[in-house]
């Protein structure tokens, strides 16, 4: 079977997926203050990048591995309910975006496996 990147349709659908994934969570008053003075542009680009490797696409990732990249955010305060809410918007995203939900359930358990890095587990 081909790539979830490429069943999610590829890099445009991707780029298009995380610009307005972070809409949404830079309007999420629970987030915004994590990423206040966060070059969005660049955390963008790097999202993509990411995702794209997790997904199943060209690997062109070069940011910090997941638990340093949000070590200092776990000091912060951050946890299970700013997971939770993280996935809620991308879930979303995708909906809004049109994408099945069998393909979403995907992207959902990939992130998923993703949280014992993010909150340093
Ligand atoms: C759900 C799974 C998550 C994934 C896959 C993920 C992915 C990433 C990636 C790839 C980076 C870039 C790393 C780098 O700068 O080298 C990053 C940075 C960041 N993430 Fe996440 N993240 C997740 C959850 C979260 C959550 C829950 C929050 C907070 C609400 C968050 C806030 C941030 C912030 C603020 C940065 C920038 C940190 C800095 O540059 O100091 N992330 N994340």
């Known amino acids: ?17 995380v610009v307005l994934f972070y ?10 203050p994590f990423f206040a003075g966060l070059d969005m542009g660049a955390q963008i680009s790097k999202q993509i990048a990411f995702m794209t ?22 000091r912060d305060g951050l946890g299970d309910s ?10 979303e995203t995708l909906a809004e975006l049109g994408v099945a939900r ?9 992130v998923a496996s993703t949280k014992k890095d993010v909150l340093s587990r």
Not at 1 to 17: D, F, T, V
Not at 23 to 32: I, Q, R, Y
Not at 82 to 91: E, K, P, T, V
Not at 102 to 110: G, N, S
């Open 102 to 110: 069998p393909l979403i359930d995907e992207v959902i358990a990939i």
């Open 23 to 32: 809409e949404k969570v830079m309007a999420d008053p629970t987030l915004a």
């Open 82 to 91: 700013h997971f939770a809410s993280i996935a809620r918007h991308l879930d």
């Open 53 to 74: 490797m997790a997904f199943g696409g060209p690997n062109r990732y070069t940011g910090r591995d997941l638990q340093t990249a949000h070590a200092r955010l776990v």
């Open 1 to 17: 079977m081909s790539s979830l990147y490429a069943r999610l349709g590829g890099e445009g659908a991707i780029q298009a997926a």
